[in-house]
């Protein structure tokens, strides 16, 4: 593995040319078009795959509690599994002109942040099993918020379709109405869900001996919090006003997720690192003159 020199720019490459594929159907569709666009999506998460492999050989850590680079990264992996299983089972959803956009935008913020972040002393709060679940409970969570935002943009622009009376292009058939709601507010309580495990596991790595409770005062983990409360808000409002139409959801979350995306990811391209520093554990045989600092990997929550 150490042998395949593959960089971002290559599967950021492949991602492009699929997107440009999937806008192509506007023009007509042929028979190999489809295969053609799956093909490099394949290849670019093939590519994807390797790159986040070497990262973990590089490190010595999994690219969840690694560095913000790797975790995005992380993020951006998933929702390209979900795109191309969707598009597997049902080909002639227009799922990637909505997914790739957003997979090629999370990919190319990994331009602005940093690859390495303090590994050594990583190595030893990332093997704790807190920090794997405070990391897995972030990413599972921010890919249920891009899941959300991806599923009510589609609801608004296939509403639009039907209000306008238009039939589509050919090949570019849209879930329907009553589907897309489903899945966003779905998308919505298991985002804030896993969140809400990020969060409660990041309070414990906070408070645990030999952390760095000024962890809590980071830019980014006040940030996070924010991202919470935001989303539980958004929560509230779907389960106290069951009467409110689709239409009213969708934009609320395609607001609500787009923000909170932007917000976090902007954070971390400015800082180029993920949200905290917090002291290794103390162990049995160390001294507090050996504690070493390291970069918590939570993707912007404490």
């Given at each position: ?9 290559c ?16 023009a007509?569709r042929?028979?190999w078009?489809?295969f ?16 986040l492999?070497?990262?973990t ?64 002393g ?28 991806l ?17 589509g ?11 897309l709601?489903g ?21 414990v ?20 919090s924010?991202?919470?409360?935001v ?45 905290s520093?917090?002291?290794a ?10 504690h ?6 939570t993707?912007?929550?404490?």
């Amino acid at each position: 593995m150490t042998l395949l020199r593959v960089t971002v720019f290559c599967f950021l490459a492949s991602y492009l040319v699929a997107f440009v594929l999937e806008l192509a159907r506007f023009a007509g569709r042929t028979r190999w078009s489809r295969f053609v666009t799956l093909a490099f999506a394949a290849a670019g998460l093939l590519a994807h795959s390797i790159y986040l492999v070497r990262r973990t050989q590089e490190t010595g850590l999994p690219p969840l509690v690694g560095s913000a680079h790797d975790w995005l990264l992380v993020l951006a992996w998933l929702l390209v599994v979900a795109y191309l299983a969707i598009s597997l089972v049902d080909r002639e959803l227009a799922v990637g002109v909505f997914a790739l956009p957003l997979v090629m935008a999370l990919v190319s913020a990994t331009y602005f942040m940093t690859t390495s972040e303090h590994t050594t002393g990583l190595a030893e709060v990332g093997r704790r099993r807190w920090t794997m679940l405070h990391a897995s409970g972030l990413a599972l969570g921010f890919g249920g918020i891009a899941v959300a935002f991806l599923a009510s943009l589609m609801y608004l622009v296939q509403h639009r379709r039907l209000r306008a009376g238009t039939s589509g292009v050919a090949g570019w058939r849209m879930p329907s109405l009553e589907s897309l709601a489903g899945v966003t507010r779905w998308s919505v309580w298991l985002g804030f869900g896993f969140l809400t495990l990020g969060v409660a596991t990041g309070i414990v790595l906070g408070l645990s001996p030999g952390s760095d409770t000024a962890v809590f005062r980071d830019p980014q983990v006040v940030l996070g919090s924010a991202v919470w409360l935001v989303l539980g808000a958004l929560c509230g409002r779907l389960v106290t006003n069951r009467n409110s139409s689709g239409k009213q959801v969708a934009f609320l979350a395609a607001a609500a997720s787009g923000v909170l995306i932007l917000a976090v990811v902007g954070m971390q391209a400015i800082t180029g690192r993920n949200h905290s520093r917090m002291k290794a554990p103390t162990s049995s045989t160390t001294t507090d003159s050996t504690h070493v600092l390291a970069s918590s990997s939570t993707g912007g929550l404490a």
